[in-house]
């Protein structure tokens, strides 16, 4: 007998603590959570809806709650089976700052009769926002899932959001008006389900409660959403003065340019994600990523036009969507979540810092002998070298620069 499996990740423990009880109130759910008793130690508790049935506390070293959770799932799951029986509907809660993709990734490799259902997380829509522009780090919140995560609050919340298709939201007390809002654009690929809390439900926003056997995960696609500086966006891109917008430019950004204008360009917005092809590192498929004040620019691997040769992963798939005759899958394609921004104003940004006609007849070379303000030739060795070293141009696409 195969089991459904509903994973339920959260930023706050509250928020999972009442998502997974709600889901426990269905007939023949089983619940395995864990929860964090401090820096170093786990709670792991096996319930029904008559009680708990088994729990134990786990040791772990500072920061490592992921490998504690890891390493304890099939021992974890062998006793809900020695205790319980045969199980239809298993819901996973996994401690806060711990990713949902991580569990998904270990249950796939677990030899159990195990099918994710849905991935869920749940989120304070009260608070959501000031998570988002806060600069604390899930290490100084002693919630961090690995050594030397560095990410700030935001940037598990986007990252958890991105992953599931089921975004639960536990109000507190409050205004939850703009923050259901705010969700709707960082997660749109998600079904929302509201648990009553003790926020007043805002006027034409009744939502279901969270239910299980929805059958909505879909592993090919949640990877896709994870692709680093893959683009989705909401079907209405502006909601009672939230919005989201997309900013494209084809041609290679001048880093100087770049690095004076980053700063006003991502101003204002809670959310800011996509792609970028710099001049200063042309074969390198830059990754930016911006969640409230916080900007940075990552090494995303090669464009696909680049590669010696294509490989049909879900980064070729979401290549070939933007695939140019001249240019391949190079360019920039950047999102931007915020309150009350402007398409046009961030474009003309953007459009300053794409290569003139004449510095884009020097080549790439060239480009890359240029100053390099945002340091991405010191970061991104490994491909600078690869160009540095082609034999001859045939890697590339026809008409590539």
Known sequence: MSSRLTIVSALESECRRVACRRLLNADGVVLLEYTRLGPRRLARRIST?????????LCMGRGEAA????????AALREILAEVGPVGDLVLGLPEGVDASIAVDVVTALDHPLTIDSVMTAVDPVTIEDLLWSSTTLEESDISAMPDDHRVLGEFVVGELSCADSCVLVP?????????????HLCPQAWLTRVPGGSPVPAGRLLPPPTLRSA????REARSRLVPGAVVTPVVAETDGISTVICRARRPLHPRRLAERMHAIAQG???????SWIASVPRCRVIWHGVGPQVGLEDGGLWTADRPAATPDDLFVNSSLEWDREYGDRGTVLAFTGEEISRYEIQELLDECVLTDRELTIGPVAWQRWEDPLALRTSFTEHVLEWMHAESPSHHTEGSP
Do not use: H, K, M, Q
């Open 216 to 219: 909505r995960f879909d592993p």
């Open 269 to 275: 917005c809670v959310w800011s994600r996509g792609r």
């Open 172 to 184: 507190s007390a409050g205004n939850a008006t703009r923050g259901e809002l705010l969700i709707g």
């Open 67 to 74: 490998y504690a959770v890891t390493a304890d799932l099939d």
């Open 49 to 57: 809806s008559s009680g708990v049935r088994g729990a134990r506390e």
